[in-house]
């Protein structure tokens, strides 16, 4: 049928679910290999001469990337997306929602200040040339930010704008059955109270209950919208078959955007630092403010803009803060090509002594 052409995501994100909610995530490994990759080719470009680190200063550069990234996704998201969180106290581990990263909640951008941040730092206690830490930085981001946008799709989270059924790339997620559905969508699959061994009265009651705003009705309804998201993870067939015609047809935004920011944006960067070379730090890392902000402006198109946080002048607020970048890029190269070239002879090496 035409109206399930859209493929069906049924990815669990748990590569080892240990108990419960408790388990071994794949956005979790995505970050791992995502930083692996990182140390593995940083390594290789230090032992070649090629940028400002020695092979030993490798790994204490990791360790502060990975710090920079994590507290700054996470706090950019927090005060980027729902500030609300700061004031957010529950009764399970671990207490404030900030520290609740088991719930998501990653802003790429909070990330990049955050790196930044965390070069600054890196670079003060070694005294090596900031510039050229920042064009590393830059050049081997992609690679997390590949990695990270399909962990996105595997989560089922960031999803795209609807799309026709028979768009070849279409995706049906069934995370919005928890993070969308409200009582009308039930309602709208009175199918499912027999799956749920519900008389229709009983059904219809709970709906009812729920409309009117009871608390214990609304909790049953989660319930069950997280046992029906369960059920397509694990492939039960019964529940496919009730929910996949209910489910919106939508672009793969995150993997629109894996390919951007991963593969378009790691060619554009190796180019420039591989083939061009340029003889002044900091290009490759302004080069990646403006390339990364116009991707990240034309491939939130196909995604749905945040819970709670409207448009303003058409664009979304990851269009606004990657506008942002664009502009700050720009300044940032044109004040760096203004800078007389280095000496002739001037090497890595050199730079890595005089800081």
Same mark, same amino acid.
Not at 27 to 56: D, Q
Not at 173 to 182: H, N
Not at 231 to 256: F, K
């Given at each position: 049928?035409?109206?399930?052409?859209?493929?069906?995501?049924?990815?669990?994100?748990?590569?080892?679910?240990?108990?419960?909610?408790f388990?071994? &995530?794949?956005?979790?490994? @995505?970050?791992?290999?995502?930083?692996?990759?990182?140390?593995?080719?940083?390594?290789?470009?230090?032992?070649?001469?090629?940028?400002?680190?020695?092979?030993?200063?490798?790994?204490?550069?990791?360790?502060?990337?990975?710090?920079?990234?994590?507290?700054?996704?996470?706090?950019?998201?927090?005060?980027?997306?729902?500030?609300?969180?700061?004031?957010?106290?529950t009764?399970?581990?671990?207490?404030?929602?900030?520290?609740?990263?088991?719930?998501?909640?990653?802003?790429?951008?909070?990330?990049?200040?955050?790196?930044?941040?965390?070069?600054?730092?890196?670079?003060?206690?070694?005294?090596?040339?900031?510039?050229?830490?920042?064009?590393? @930085?830059?050049?081997?981001?992609?690679?997390?930010?590949?990695?990270? &946008?399909?962990?996105?799709?595997?989560n089922?989270?960031?999803?795209?704008?609807?799309?026709?059924?028979?768009?070849?790339l @279409?995706?049906?997620?069934?995370q919005e059955?928890?993070?969308?559905?409200?009582?009308?969508q039930?309602?709208?699959?009175?199918?499912?109270?027999?799956h749920?061994?519900?008389?229709?009265?009983?059904?219809?009651?709970?709906?009812?209950?729920?409309?009117?705003?009871?608390?214990?009705?609304?909790?049953?309804?989660?319930?069950?919208?997280?046992?029906?998201?369960?059920?397509?993870?694990?492939?039960?067939?019964?529940?496919?078959?009730?929910?996949?015609?209910?489910?919106?047809?939508?672009?793969?935004?995150?993997?629109?955007?894996?390919?951007?920011?991963?593969?378009?944006?790691?060619?554009?960067?190796?180019?420039?630092?591989?083939v061009?070379?340029?003889?002044?730090?900091?290009?490759?890392?302004?080069?990646?403010?403006?390339?990364?902000?116009?991707? &990240?402006?034309?491939?939130?198109?196909?995604?749905?803009?945040?819970?709670?946080?409207?448009?303003?002048?058409?664009?979304?607020?990851?269009?606004?803060?990657?506008?942002?970048?664009?502009?700050?890029?720009?300044?940032?190269?044109?004040?760096?090509?203004?800078?007389?070239?280095?000496?002739?002879?001037?090497?890595?090496?050199?730079?890595?002594?005089?800081?």
């Amino acid at each position: 049928m035409p109206a399930l052409a859209a493929y069906l995501h049924r990815l669990d994100p748990f590569a080892w679910r240990i108990a419960g909610d408790f388990g071994i &995530r794949w956005y979790g490994l @995505a970050y791992a290999a995502g930083f692996l990759c990182v140390y593995v080719l940083a390594r290789c470009l230090a032992k070649r001469g090629r940028i400002v680190l020695t092979p030993e200063q490798v790994g204490d550069f990791v360790m502060y990337a990975i710090a920079g990234t994590l507290l700054g996704g996470r706090l950019g998201w927090v005060l980027f997306y729902s500030p609300s969180t700061l004031w957010t106290f529950t009764r399970d581990l671990p207490w404030w929602e900030v520290l609740a990263i088991h719930h998501g909640g990653m802003a790429s951008h909070g990330g990049m200040i955050g790196i930044v941040i965390a070069v600054l730092l890196f670079c003060r206690s070694r005294g090596i040339s900031v510039l050229g830490v920042l064009d590393l @930085a830059a050049l081997l981001a992609p690679l997390g930010l590949f990695f990270g &946008r399909v962990a996105n799709f595997v989560n089922g989270e960031l999803r795209g704008q609807p799309c026709d059924p028979a768009f070849p790339l @279409a995706v049906r997620f069934p995370q919005e059955i928890v993070d969308d559905w409200g009582v009308e969508q039930f309602r709208a699959a009175p199918q499912l109270a027999r799956h749920f061994n519900l008389p229709s009265l009983r059904w219809e009651e709970l709906l009812t209950r729920a409309k009117n705003g009871s608390r214990e009705a609304l909790e049953q309804l989660d319930h069950y919208a997280r046992d029906l998201l369960t059920g397509v993870q694990a492939g039960n067939e019964e529940v496919i078959r009730l929910v996949e015609p209910l489910l919106t047809a939508r672009h793969p935004s995150q993997l629109y955007q894996a390919f951007a920011e991963g593969i378009v944006l790691g060619a554009v960067l190796a180019f420039i630092f591989f083939v061009l070379r340029p003889a002044r730090h900091g290009v490759v890392g302004a080069w990646f403010l403006i390339t990364y902000g116009l991707l &990240r402006i034309t491939t939130e198109i196909w995604r749905l803009p945040d819970e709670g946080i409207e448009r303003v002048m058409g664009l979304s607020r990851g269009q606004w803060l990657s506008v942002v970048m664009v502009l700050a890029g720009g300044v940032v190269l044109s004040c760096i090509l203004r800078r007389p070239l280095p000496p002739p002879g001037a090497t890595v090496a050199g730079a890595r002594a005089r800081g």
